[in-house]
């Protein structure tokens, strides 16, 4: 059973930075993708960014080109987001989730870091 752990949210200004960190464990030899999503209150839960395992492909929202990097560290199983020139609007609680190549894409989720950008 994969489990996942996310640290590094907390309190940020606009324009600052912080760099959180997913830790896999537990059946992570068959990882195909990592991907970080959001959940902002009132609002359904969005796709962030993502990585191919094997490969370190990227892709990103948007909204957060140019400002958030993911990357990946195999040997330790774990994923980080750094996350530069913060905006109020990146407030939300962030999870981290694995897709095993299988059909149901992102199946296992981490609990969840909170992020809060002021103004």
């Known amino acids: 059973q994969v489990q996942l752990v996310e640290s590094g949210g907390g309190l940020a200004q606009a324009g600052g930075s912080l760099r959180l960190s997913c830790a896999a464990s537990g059946g992570t030899y068959n990882i195909n993708q990592v991907g970080w999503f959001r959940q902002a209150p009132g609002k359904k839960r969005e796709f962030v960014a993502r990585?191919?395992?094997?490969?370190?492909?990227?892709y990103y929202t948007d909204s957060v080109k140019g400002r958030f990097t993911i990357s990946r560290d195999n040997a330790k199983n774990t994923v980080a987001l750094q996350m530069n020139s913060l905006k109020p609007e990146d407030t939300a609680v962030y999870y981290c989730?694995?897709?095993?190549?299988?059909?149901?894409?992102?199946?296992?989720w981490g609990q969840g870091t909170q992020v809060t950008v002021s103004s």
């Open positions: 989730s694995i897709d095993l190549g299988t059909d149901r894409g992102f199946e296992y």
């Open positions: 990585i191919t395992w094997s490969s370190g492909s990227t």
